[in-house]
T-cell receptor
Framework: AQKITQTQPGMFVQEKEAVTLDCTYD???????LFWYKQPSSGEMIFLIY??????QNATEGRYSLNFQKARKSANLVISASQLGDSAMYFC??????????????FGGGTRLMVKP | EAQVTQNPRYLITVTGKKLTVTCSQN?????MSWYRQDPGLGLRQIYY???????DKGDVPEGYKVSRKEKRNFPLILESPSPNQTSLYFC?????????????FGPGTRLTVL
């Protein structure tokens, strides 16, 4: 079974509007971390935001916020006031505390976001 | 500047010709790992290292070797590259293997094996 599911292969958003990128995850581990990365067309992976499984509040980093719903196992990324430079692939990833695999990051399939001027 | 560097950034080679992709981090991180990214398959871990002289296989280790003789360096070695190893490769590091630690990625190495 997929551990990280991103159901939106591609999305459009109008410049200056907010957009939500969906991510659901599957784990039986009570302790885990959730991460979002951005991959522009140039190829690098840029860390955006982190949410710990025990964090009581949703994480925020500038225009990025994470809508964390633990019971539903979802960790959606919200980008406010979209900019043209936000056009990129976005990956949700999870790091479990003890997955017997060196605590590697497990990635979703990604969502391609396109910001329209 | 805190960073993970990889070299080369682009490489075209031929089947069977041994190659090494270097990875270095200047953040004194204990944990380092290699991933490959392929269309439709996403990012998959090849090898990881918890610390110096401690390495282990990830999800897709076949055809690759690594070493961790120094804390800052974690080279990826392809002894006999094959076309199915054509991919985008990323090195990443984090302070420890903790689930709370962010992995920071290098710029990527785009490898083509003919």
């Amino acid at each position: 079974a997929q551990k990280i599911t991103q159901t939106q292969p591609g999305m459009f958003v109008q410049e200056k509007e907010a957009v939500t990128l969906d991510c659901t995850y599957d784990t039986s581990d009570p302790s885990y971390g959730l991460f979002w990365y951005k991959q522009p067309s140039s190829g690098e992976m840029i860390f955006l935001i982190y949410q710990g499984s025990y964090d009581q509040q949703n994480a925020t980093e500038g225009r990025y916020s994470l809508n964390f719903q633990k019971a539903r196992k979802s960790a959606n990324l919200v980008i406010s006031a979209s900019q043209l430079g936000d056009s990129a692939m976005y990956f949700c990833a999870m790091r479990e505390a003890d997955n017997n695999a060196g605590n590697m990051l497990t990635f979703g399939g990604g969502t391609r976001l396109m910001v329209k001027p | 500047e805190a960073q993970v560097t990889q070299n080369p950034r682009y490489l075209i080679t031929v089947t069977g010709k041994k190659l090494t992709v270097t990875c270095s981090q200047n953040m004194n991180h204990e944990y380092m790992s290699w991933y490959r990214q392929d269309p439709g398959l996403g990012l998959r871990q090849i090898y990881y290292s918890m610390n110096v002289e401690v390495t282990d296989k990830g999800d897709v280790p076949e055809g690759y070797k690594v070493s961790r003789k120094e804390k800052r360096n974690f080279p990826l070695i392809l002894e006999s590259p094959s076309p199915n190893q054509t991919s985008l490769y990323f090195c990443a590091s984090s302070p420890t293997s903790s689930r709370a630690d962010t992995q920071y990625f290098g710029p990527g190495t785009r490898l083509t094996v003919l």
